[in-house]
C-alpha cells in the first residue's frame, strides 16, 4: 500500500536521473524521502539501466506516492536524461535535482525553502564528499555568487565546487526561462554553464545543512580522468580551450568582451594551480 505524506499539490520537485546505479540508489532514496520537508514530489528517470535499478525504483513507487518512476525505453543520454525529469517537473515553485549516488541531510529542503529571497536562482548548502563506504573525505568551499557576476563566476577556481550548485534548489520560474540544451557539447560543460545561471540570479550557499557528493570509482568524472593512464584530467586542466570557448558562446552578448577579456586571465591562474597541485603530490603524496 502507497504511503502517502501529503495529498496537495508539492511545493518542490526533485528530479532524479539514474543510470546503473543500484549500488547507492535505495540510500539515495530513502535520504530524501526521509526529508523534514515534506511537501514534495521525486521524479525518477532511469536511463534504460540494466541491472536493479527498475527493481528498486518500483519498490518505494509502491511504498511512498510522492513518487513517479520513469524508465526510458534506450538509453538516451547523461544529459538528456538530466533535462527529462527537469521538463516533468515544471509545475512546482521549487526544483532540484538529484544524483543516484548522493545523501542529504533530513533538513536539506526545510532550511533551503526557509531562506529563499526574491532573485536568488539557485540556493544550496553544504558540500561533504564521501566515499564509497559513506565516509567523510573534504568539504568542497563553495562561493556564492550574486546576480550578474558573470566575469568572477568565470574566474573561480575549479576546486571551489561552482558546479555544485546544479544540484542546489532552484526557483523553479526563473530556471523555466534557462536553455539547457547545449551542455552537452564539451566535457566540463555543466560547470562553465554555471557561468550563464549567474545571469538570472544570485546563487547562493547557506550553512545548516549539508549534501554529501559521493566519489567513486564508476562516477562520470572519475571514468573520464581514467582515460590515457589519468592524463586526461590533467590536459584538460593545461589546455582548457574547449571549456573556455564555451563559456564565451553560452553567455549574453553584453557579457561576452569581458569573458574574453578574461581567459588570458583563468589561464594562467588554470595553469599555476597545477603547478602548486603538482608539487604538492611530488612532495607530500597528498592530491588535494
Same mark, same amino acid.
Given at each position: ?9 508539492? /511545493?518542490? #520537485? ?12 535505495? &540510500? ?8 523534514? $520537508? ?9 536511463? +534504460? ?7 528498486? #525504483? &518500483?519498490?518505494? +513507487?509502491?511504498?511512498?506516492?510522492? /513518487? ?10 547523461? !544529459? ?10 515544471? =509545475?512546482?515553485?521549487? $526544483?532540484?535535482? +538529484?544524483?543516484?549516488?548522493? *545523501? ?5 529542503? &526545510?532550511?533551503?525553502? +526557509? ?38 563566476? $568565470? *574566474?573561480?577556481?575549479?576546486? =571551489? ?13 526563473? *530556471? ?15 560547470? @562553465? ?41 590533467? /590536459? @584538460? ?34 595553469? !599555476? ?7 604538492? *603530490?611530488? $612532495? ?5
Amino acid at each position: 500500500m502507497k504511503k502517502s505524506k501529503t495529498n496537495l499539490q508539492p /511545493i518542490a #520537485c526533485i528530479g532524479l536521473f539514474v543510470y546503473n546505479g543500484e549500488n547507492y540508489l535505495e &540510500e539515495s532514496i530513502k535520504s530524501l524521502l526521509s526529508q523534514s $520537508f515534506e511537501s514534495f514530489e521525486l521524479i525518477i528517470s532511469d536511463n +534504460a539501466s540494466s541491472d536493479g535499478t527498475q527493481n528498486i #525504483c &518500483e519498490k518505494y +513507487a509502491l511504498l511512498d506516492s510522492r /513518487i513517479r518512476y520513469y524508465r526510458q525505453e534506450t538509453n538516451i543520454g547523461i !544529459f538528456n536524461n538530466f533535462r527529462f525529469v527537469k521538463e516533468k517537473g515544471t =509545475h512546482a515553485k521549487y $526544483f532540484m535535482w +538529484a544524483a543516484h549516488d548522493d *545523501l542529504w541531510d533530513k533538513n536539506w529542503l &526545510e532550511v533551503l525553502i +526557509a531562506n529563499f529571497k526574491v532573485g536568488d536562482l539557485s540556493l544550496r548548502g553544504t558540500v561533504i564528499n564521501i566515499n564509497e563506504n559513506g565516509s567523510t573525505l573534504w568539504k568542497t568551499n563553495i562561493q556564492s555568487f550574486k546576480k550578474n557576476q558573470v566575469v568572477k563566476t $568565470f *574566474l573561480d577556481n575549479e576546486s =571551489h565546487g561552482r558546479g555544485f550548485y546544479w544540484y542546489g534548489l532552484f526557483d523553479n520560474q526563473l *530556471l523555466q526561462k534557462i536553455d539547457l540544451t547545449s551542455l552537452d557539447n564539451v566535457f566540463g560543460s555543466d560547470t @562553465y554553464f554555471i557561468t550563464s545561471l549567474v545571469q538570472y540570479g544570485n546563487l547562493r550557499v547557506v550553512e545548516g545543512t549539508n549534501q554529501y557528493y559521493r566519489q567513486h570509482t564508476m562516477s562520470t568524472t572519475k571514468k573520464f580522468s581514467k582515460d590515457w593512464l589519468g592524463l586526461r584530467r590533467y /590536459i @584538460y586542466h593545461t589546455f582548457p580551450i574547449s571549456p573556455y570557448l564555451y563559456c564565451l558562446r553560452i553567455v549574453k552578448p553584453k557579457y561576452k568582451p569581458l569573458i574574453l577579456l578574461a581567459i588570458p586571465i583563468k589561464y594562467v591562474k588554470s595553469i !599555476f594551480l597545477q603547478i602548486i597541485k603538482l608539487l604538492r *603530490l611530488i $612532495f607530500t603524496g597528498r592530491k588535494y
